[in-house]
C-alpha cells in the first residue's frame, strides 16, 4: 500500500510533513481510512490513519476493532479511550508543522478537537489530492469492482422472473437486496431504486407502495458492495408489450449509450463524452429529456470523488479509471428509460464491467 500513499504525497502541491484522515461515528466515516489501509471489513468509528512522505501509515484503532485492524499490513496503535487517542496522536506528530487533513472526510467538531490538541499546527487541505488518486485504480481495485458488477449482473438475470402484476415496487426492491447478498455482496452499494410507471420519469425516486400493472416500465437501478468496492447497474423493461413511444424511448437510450462507450477514449475530455451522448438524444423528439450528466466515476464510494460525465467536466481521461455510462430519458406522467453499465477505460478501448444484455425485454 505504501504506493498508494506515496501517490497522495505526490498529488499535492504544497507538501504536508504528515496527512491524517479522521473518521467520526457513521454515516461519517472516510473511506480514504480504507484506501491508505487496504482494510476490506471494519467499520472504525473514531479511528485515524496517519500517512507519512515515505508510504508508511500508522492505523490509530479502538479495542474493539483491534482484530480486524490487524488484516491491514500497516502498524497498529490500539488506544483505550478518547483521552488516549489523542495523548498518542499529539506523541506522533507533535515535531510536524504542516499537518495535511482530508477536509471532505472531517467533521468540524473533530478538526477543531485535533486543532486544540495540536495548536502550533499549519492545517492543509489536502481533499483534492484523494480524489486525484483514487481515481486511477490499481490491479486490486479493478479485480474487486469486476467482482462486484459480476454479482449485479447474477441479479439482472433474476429480474424477470421476479415480476409479476400486482408486485409492489418495495417487494421487488427487496428481493433485489436479497438477491445482492445471496450472490456475495456485503450490502447495497446504494438505496435501490425500483420504480414502475409514471415513477419511472424520476431518476432518483427509490420505491413505494406502487402496485406493477400491464403496460408499465420498469426500472431497477442498484449495485453490489463488495469488500467496500460499488457497482452500479440500471436495467429498464417493460411489463406486457411495448407501445411504440416506450420502444423508441429504448432505442434512442440504447444509441446514446453505445456512442458513449465510442467516445470513451484515453486522452479525451469527459465533457466530450457528454455532450455527444446527450446531441444523440436532442437529434430526436425527445430532446431536452435526458436531464443528468452521462456517468460518474465508480470505486469504495458509489459517487467516487467528484469525477463526472458531465458538460462541464475539465476531466482527461486516463488508463484504469472506472465509470458508468448511464443515459436517459425521462417524460413527467409517462415514464423514463434508463441503461447503465460500469466501464474500465484500457490504453486503447474500453471493458465493460457489466454483462447483462441491454435488449428490449418485455415481461408476459
Given at each position: ?97 504542516n499537518i495535511g487533513i482530508n477536509f471532505k472526510g ?221 443515459p436517459g430519458i425521462y417524460i413527467p406522467g409517462f ?30
Amino acid at each position: 500500500m505504501k504506493t498508494r500513499i506515496k501517490n497522495i504525497y505526490k498529488n499535492i502541491e504544497k507538501k504536508p510533513d504528515v496527512i491524517i484522515i479522521k473518521n467520526s461515528i457513521e454515516p461519517f466515516i472516510d473511506e480514504n481510512f480504507f484506501y491508505a489501509a487496504d482494510l476490506k471489513t471494519g467499520i472504525f468509528e473514531g479511528a485515524a490513519a496517519i500517512l507519512y512522505p515515505n508510504g508508511n501509515v500508522d492505523l490509530l484503532v479502538s479495542e474493539l476493532e483491534a482484530e480486524t485492524a490487524k488484516k491491514a499490513k500497516v502498524n497498529i496503535i490500539v488506544y483505550k479511550d478518547e483521552k488516549d487517542f489523542y495523548k498518542i496522536l499529539k506523541n506522533k506528530i507533535s515535531s510536524s508543522k504542516n499537518i495535511g487533513i482530508n477536509f471532505k472526510g472531517i467533521t468540524f467538531k473533530n478538526f477543531l478537537k485535533i486543532e486544540k490538541h495540536l495548536p502550533k499546527a499549519n492545517f492543509l487541505d489536502v481533499s483534492g489530492s484523494f480524489d486525484k488518486t483514487r481515481i486511477i485504480k490499481d490491479e486490486n481495485e479493478i479485480k474487486l469492482l469486476k467482482k462486484a458488477c459480476n454479482i449485479a449482473d447474477k441479479v439482472v438475470e433474476k429480474l424477470p422472473e421476479i415480476l409479476h402484476e400486482g408486485i409492489y415496487e418495495y417487494e421487488l426492491a427487496a428481493e433485489i437486496n436479497y438477491l445482492l447478498q445471496k450472490n456475495g455482496a456485503e450490502k447495497p452499494a446504494f438505496e435501490t431504486i425500483s420504480s414502475f410507471g409514471k415513477n419511472t420519469a424520476e431518476p432518483h425516486y427509490s420505491h413505494g407502495e406502487i402496485k406493477l400493472k400491464n403496460g408499465d416500465i420498469v426500472l431497477c437501478d442498484f449495485g453490489a458492495c463488495f469488500k467496500k468496492y460499488n457497482s452500479d447497474i440500471t436495467r429498464s423493461f417493460i411489463f406486457g408489450k411495448a407501445n411504440e413511444k416506450q420502444k423508441k424511448m429504448f432505442e434512442t437510450v440504447l444509441s446514446a449509450q453505445k456512442i458513449g462507450f465510442e467516445k470513451v477514449v484515453s486522452g479525451k475530455y469527459a465533457k466530450e463524452v457528454h455532450k455527444a451522448v446527450e446531441a444523440t438524444i436532442n437529434k430526436t423528439k425527445f430532446k431536452g429529456r435526458f436531464i443528468h450528466s452521462t456517468g460518474h466515476s465508480l470505486g469504495l464510494a458509489v459517487h467516487d470523488g467528484s469525477a463526472r460525465l458531465s458538460s462541464n467536466s475539465e476531466l482527461k481521461l486516463k488508463e484504469n479509471m472506472v465509470f458508468t455510462i448511464e443515459p436517459g430519458i425521462y417524460i413527467p406522467g409517462f415514464g423514463g428509460i434508463r441503461i447503465e453499465d460500469d466501464i474500465l477505460i484500457k490504453k486503447e478501448c474500453i471493458e465493460i464491467l457489466t454483462k447483462s444484455p441491454k435488449e428490449l425485454i418485455e415481461i408476459r
